[in-house]
């Protein structure tokens, strides 16, 4: 996939707090696509509940602060975001709201937008305090997105999914779906229980069916300027966006990465094929309709 060079990126939809300290407040509520199964997975690898350090992301080193104004000068355009790993963010961004704001308003709603927060090792929430252990997430409290940008690398390293662009525009559109949930009510419907029907199950399973939503129109949703951003988008893209969701199941993380037993009664995200089977109905249908999770009795 690329980006239309000539398109227009608007970063008022992103603050940059790389190099922004904090510690883990756990129960904080909200918590996205891996949350805290990645805490207590790398707690129980000896890891100190800490991503190991990396190169960063784009070109800011790890506990290096950049400010938001650097960002806008940076990330203009598409062509930024074929260059630029941070700008690539800002574009899926853009798209991703896009979509939604459209979503709302044929069924004659208002979509709030909701910034995401760029850090580095740790953030201060109204959700919590959190490190970049608890992995990217939302918080309903401030209606906000936050990512560590080492989790991409994180995900191919530690969890080994392909990775690519692609992947990444699903991590934040997942989170957004998150957003939509708390926008429409949704979230208020789920208490704190799991297992593989457990409404937290539903929860991520639909925000996973956003995703794959908003990735059928991905190529389609304008800029400010009229213009799509996203083009050329393969079936290798998809497929590796399905590659991750195999990689984050319950099951998956369980057995790979917990110590080798996989007890269903502790699902919170759902399994490896519920997540495929559900990105995948987004996908297809490019309807978010047909992902109420919480009308079936049949997961996948």
Request: proline letters at 3%.
């Amino acid at each position: 996939m690329q980006f239309n060079e000539d398109a227009e990126l608007d970063t008022s939809q992103v603050s940059d707090q790389r190099g922004v300290g904090g510690r883990v407040a756990l129960g904080g509520g909200g918590l996205g696509i891996v949350g805290l199964i990645i805490y207590f997975v790398l707690s129980q690898l000896g890891g100190g509940a800490q991503l190991p350090g990396g190169s960063g992301f784009g070109d800011v080193g790890r506990d290096q602060q950049v400010d938001s104004q650097a960002i806008a000068e940076k990330c203009k355009t598409g062509a930024d975001a074929n260059r630029e790993t941070d700008c690539r963010a800002v574009a899926f961004i853009n798209s991703i709201q896009g979509f939604w704001s459209d979503q709302f308003a044929r069924s004659g709603r208002t979509y709030e937008q909701a910034k995401t927060n760029f850090f580095s090792g740790g953030v201060q929430t109204r959700c919590g305090n959190a490190t970049s252990a608890v992995g990217p997430f939302y918080c309903p409290a401030d209606g906000q997105v936050y990512i560590d940008l080492t989790f991409y690398q994180e995900l191919q390293q530690k969890f080994g999914a392909t990775g690519g662009p692609f992947v990444e525009a699903y991590i934040l559109a997942h989170e957004y779906g998150h957003h939509v949930q708390n926008l429409l009510g949704t979230s208020d419907r789920v208490g704190q229980e799991s297992g593989p029907t457990s409404g937290s199950v539903r929860l991520e399973l639909q925000a996973d069916c956003y995703a794959g939503a908003w990735a059928n129109h991905a190529q389609t949703v304008p800029t400010g300027s009229g213009k799509p951003l996203i083009t050329g988008v393969t079936r290798d893209d998809v497929n590796a966006a399905l590659d991750a969701a195999a990689r984050i199941g319950d099951d998956y993380i369980q057995s790979e990465l917990g110590g080798g037993r996989v007890d269903t009664t502790q699902f919170t995200h759902g399994s490896s094929a519920q997540r495929q089977k559900w990105y995948s109905t987004g996908y297809e249908s490019g309807d978010p309709a047909r992902c109420n999770t919480f009308d079936t009795n049949n997961l996948g």
